[in-house]
Nanobody
Framework: QVQLVESGGGLVQAGGSLRLSCAAS????????MGWYRQAPGKQRELVAT???????NYADSVTGRFTIFRDVAKNTVYLQMNSLKLEDTAVYYC???????????WGQGTQVTVSS
């Protein structure tokens, strides 16, 4: 099992920045990948960014160039640096981890990010 604890959400004005953190209960090298997802009211949960065990990253088109996912393996923590935030970035952000085989997907509890005008 993997426990994921997120932090860093909050209220920020458009154009501002926030950094989210996700602390995992085990070594990042024991996980296939970690990622950030988000879910806005009335919308489906969507992928924001992922980072694999070897450090490869992937981003949704909507955040490319504004968001950066990175990790601190000594702290078993993955971060999401969000810059140039837009109103449409408002959502609950979830940390996720994949382990396996067999493939199992774990979720954090979510953290609210609200971008105001």
């Amino acid at each position: 099992q993997v426990q994921l604890v997120e932090s860093g959400g909050g209220l920020v004005q458009a154009g501002g920045s926030l950094r989210l953190s996700c602390a995992a209960s085990r070594s990042l090298f024991s996980l296939n990948a970690m990622g950030w997802y988000r879910q806005a009211p009335g919308k489906q949960r969507e992928l924001v960014a992922t980072i694999t065990v070897i450090g490869s990253t992937n981003y949704a088109d909507s955040v490319t160039g504004r968001f950066t996912i990175f990790r601190d393996v000594a702290k078993n923590t993955v971060y999401l640096q969000m810059n140039s935030l837009k109103l449409e970035d408002t959502a609950v952000y979830y940390c996720a981890a994949d382990v396996g085989p067999p493939l199992v997907h774990y979720w954090g509890q979510g953290t609210q990010v609200t971008v105001s005008s």
